[in-house]
Nanobody, 122 residues
Framework: QVQLVESGGGLVQAGGSLKLSCAGP???????MGWFRQAPGKEREIVAA????????FYGDSVKGRFSISRGAAMNTVYLQMNSLKPEDTGVYYC????????????????WGEGVQVTVSS
């Protein structure tokens, strides 16, 4: 069982910033990793994803230009820098990891974190 450990959620005012972190397994450097989020009453949606070496990235339309995904030096950690936050960014953010990029296209993900709450006040 692959364990993903998230941190960095919290409460921030609109226009502020937060950085989420997700630590994957020690030998998880080959996994595609990323983030999904789910707002109350809405379906889970992809936020961002990056391939095993951080070169290829994908962003959901609603966060392009505001969020940035990156991998740590050991490649088993993924970060999500969230700037210019809006109230509509509020939700539970889930770290995700998959053995293939396709998992992030379909939402059929191999491994999920437990989620962290991000709340943006207006």
């Amino acid at each position: 069982q692959v364990q993903l450990v998230e941190s960095g959620g919290g409460l921030v005012q609109a226009g502020g910033s937060l950085k989420l972190s997700c630590a994957g397994p020690r030998h998880g450097s080959s996994l595609t990793m990323g983030w999904f989020r789910q707002a109350p009453g809405k379906e889970r949606e992809i936020v961002a994803a990056t391939n095993w070496n951080g070169v290829a990235t994908f962003y959901g339309d609603s966060v392009k230009g505001r969020f940035s995904i990156s991998r740590g030096a050991a490649m088993n950690t993924v970060y999500l820098q969230m700037n210019s936050l809006k109230p509509e960014d509020t939700g539970v953010y889930y770290c995700a990891a998959d053995r293939a990029w396709s998992g992030f296209k379909t939402g059929n993900i191999d491994y999920w974190g437990e989620g962290v709450q991000v709340t943006v006040s207006s």
